[in-house]
């Protein structure tokens, strides 16, 4: 199993920034893709980021040239760097991951319980 932890979230004024961070750990895995999704309030959950092993990245067109996401391998880590945040971006954000488990030798996916980011206008 894979157990991912978000950090980062909180409250932050229009226009300001805000970084996310997630940690995977676990027995065994290898992280695939890492990605970040939102839930929005009344919306459904979307992609706003993803970074494929070796490097891709892939973005919301929503977020594309305000949010950079990022890896750390050797830590297993994904951030999400949030600049000139907007309050349509207030939503819960996820952290996914695509990780091969070695001792089931196949790909399975994970979800970390989100963190809140809160934009006020």
């Known amino acids: 199993q894979v157990q991912l932890v978000e950090s980062g979230g909180g409250l932050v004024q229009a226009g300001g920034s805000l970084r996310l961070s997630c940690t995977a750990s676990?027995?065994?895995?290898?992280?695939?893709?890492m990605a970040w999704y939102r839930q929005g309030p009344g919306k459904s959950r979307e992609l706003v980021a993803a970074h494929t092993n070796p490097d891709r990245t892939i973005y919301a067109d929503s977020v594309k040239g305000r949010f950079t996401i990022s890896r750390d391998n050797a830590k297993n880590m994904v951030h999400l760097q949030m600049n000139n945040v907007r309050p349509e971006d207030t939503a819960v954000y996820y952290c996914?991951?695509?990780?091969?488990?070695?001792?089931?030798?196949?790909?399975?996916?994970?979800w970390g319980r989100g963190t809140q980011v809160t934009v006020s206008s």
């Open positions: 996914n991951a695509d990780a091969y488990i070695f001792l089931d030798y196949r790909t399975r996916e994970f």
């Open positions: 676990g027995s065994r895995f290898r992280a695939d893709t």
